[in-house]
């Protein structure tokens, strides 16, 4: 495990050329061009194409000058496409900059973050794990209808393979609505309008985003082994004031049992299912329950946990993407600090969250090869 | 009449509910002690891993340890009666707490033995014994939640007529001890 001032000195000498090029090589990402000043362009030629076709007669008489080829409607429908195409390409431009940034910071920022890690790590930005393989843990809080997963890191930390990545699941539009009903009655939602609906359906459609955790367990084992967090926020990432705690739904076939284990602090936050009983309890010993409840308690998250295949699973919450320069999210949703982005404390900020997923080996002792496992 | 009738219905209606009910209550309490046969079970195939390991335990660590023949004696005998089946379920507990007691000191004693702790055969020996220990903690832990929750079924209200009515008794639960494995801290041990 590499320290921060270790990093920081890495960052001195090798990285911060780097960001300094990928930010040369990028000036337009930085300007304050939003979808909003598109968006007043193109409302400002609808504004001009209605006055001058209030000037130049009625529908009907315009067509009649369309089909004689008449100048000067036909001339104006003409230019005001062309103000839309136009303001549309900046538009689609600035969104490939943006794309292009992204994938450059992703292999030349973040790769370089991984590398430094050791090389043992591998990164690929586009990988992640396959939508069957995250709904088989069980671990996702309900069914996903979609995950959408990048940003693969893969490697071993001492003895343990090692291996995570991001993961934004979304809801089916039926258990959205059912979500959606329990979660807002109580808030008077169904009063609000069709566009407000509309938009809270769509920020509730995905449900789950986060780090999906995988690493070799030391011991080994034939059950498969569940913990759910008792109550869990659904949309949690999205907007506090309105996120409603729900219960985990089940999803579980009838070969799960529930598992009551001895600590009653950790029983009211969690709940355990397993496939067997007393292989749920050789994986869950007692200081295994501890290091849970410690790491609970660190994190401050709600987290879900599937021991299967002799592997353990992880899916820690997230707010933001660990691995995405954050001009992105933030200039398109509101107000960027652009003295801020890119400084040194964000590019501190990256390698710390990675480093604290790499060292959820030590966190869990999984280094620890005193078991014959095969 | 109508009055009779709607009140024999609702006594009858009260008499299958009631009887279903406590079907479905003397079912479960059912269930709960099976499961601490179960549980029982897991503990013994457990025991019965340990005692055959232990042989070739021995085996592996007297060509090294000629000075601690004492815990290796030990050792045997108490594998020796652990094995016969005369033994009560109380003795027997007491004859795998002093094993286990044995097993940690011999453990402990192999740290002064480098060419032991090195040996291939050893270290496998030593992982399968962890693994067992582990498992026997795991069923042992297993088998008080079952007795607890089977103890907590019979004693409470209408549970406990249940028990009164079928001859349901309380189970003891093993004595809480929490075996986990970690890797030796010698350092620890010289310290003192």
Known sequence: MKSLDEFKQFYREELQENVKKLRKDNPNIFTRLEIKDFLKIDLSTLIIAAILFMIFGIPIVGLLWISKGSFPFFWTIIGVLTSHIVSRGILQNNFQEKAQFKTAFKQQIMGSIIRFLGNQFSYNPTEGLAKEKLNDSFILPRKAKGVKSEDYVSGTVGDTDISFCEIIASASMVEERKVYQISNEQKGFQKMSRSMLAKMRHEISEFYRGIYFVADFHKSFQANVLIRPTEFTWNDHHNEETAEPYKVNKRLDDSFEQVHLEDPVLESTYNFYSTDQQEARYILSTTMMERIKQFSNRTNKKLFFCFKNSSMHLTIPYKKDLFDPDILSESLRQEPDLSNILNNEEIFTYFQDINFLLGIVEDFNLNTRIWSKT | ?192
């Open chain 2, 1 to 192: 009449m109508l009055i009779a009738t709607i009140a024999v219905i609702i006594a009858l209606a009260i008499f299958i509910i009631g009887t279903g009910y406590l079907v479905a209550l003397y079912n479960r309490i059912v269930r709960r002690e099976n499961e601490i046969d179960n549980a029982y079970g897991s503990i013994e195939a457990n025991l019965k891993k340990r005692h055959d390991l232990i042989p070739n335990l021995i085996s592996s660590v007297k060509q090294y340890m000629d000075y601690e023949s004492d815990t290796l004696q030990q050792i045997v005998e108490l594998r020796n009666m652990a094995r016969s089946d005369d033994l009560s379920t109380k003795k027997q507990e007491e004859i795998e707490s002093q094993m286990t007691q044995a097993l940690d000191k011999l453990m402990v004693q192999v740290e002064d033995y480098p060419d032991l702790k090195a040996s291939e055969n050893f270290i496998q020996l030593q992982q399968s014994l962890n693994e067992v220990e582990e498992q026997l903690s795991a069923s042992r832990r297993f088998f008080n939640s079952a007795v607890k929750q089977f103890n907590d079924s019979i004693e409470t209200f209408p549970g406990n007529v249940i028990a009164a009515l079928f001859d349901f008794s309380s189970r003891e639960m093993f004595n809480a001890e929490v075996h986990e494995h970690k890797t030796p801290d010698v350092g620890s041990l010289l310290d003192n």
